[in-house]
């Protein structure tokens, strides 16, 4: 399985991105894919997450109502549009994915063995 981020930038606080994960090597039907983000100086954290045969979706409470994660199984890719940026948003934004990944544990890295490269986002104030 091979996972390509990509889609970051710098924008200015309040502005949107969308940010893209390209999967390849599988059949994801039974795939839950993530989006993790990892500040300098702080651990990686969950953003959200999405089932792929049900869409189900999950979100850390900070990103809830500002950000939306979808997938298109034509392409096998997988996004998150950003809204309503803010600094606190500023990090190095990382697709992952793992297959059967249980709803209560989707929050956890550990869980996904499937990586992406990371693409950096910053906000400016």
């Known amino acids: 399985v091979q996972l390509q981020a990509f889609g970051g930038g710098l924008v200015q606080a309040g502005g949107s991105l969308r940010l893209s994960c390209a999967a390849s090597?599988?059949?994801?039907?039974?795939?839950?894919i993530g989006w993790f983000r990892q500040a300098p100086g702080k651990e990686r954290e969950f953003v959200s997450a999405?089932?792929?045969?049900?869409?189900?979706?999950s979100y850390r409470d900070s990103v809830k109502a500002r950000f939306t994660i979808s997938r298109d199984s034509a392409k096998n890719t997988v996004y998150l549009q950003m809204n309503s940026l803010k600094p606190e948003d500023t990090a190095v934004y990382y697709c992952?994915?793992?297959?059967?990944?249980?709803?209560?544990?989707?929050?956890?890295?550990?869980?996904?063995?499937?990586w992406g490269q990371g693409t950096q986002v910053t906000v400016s104030s």
């Open positions: 992952a994915a793992g297959r059967g990944i249980i709803t209560s544990s989707q929050a956890m890295s550990t869980q996904y063995p499937y």
């Open positions: 090597g599988d059949t994801f039907r039974d795939y839950v």
């Open positions: 999405i089932k792929w045969n049900s869409r189900h979706t």
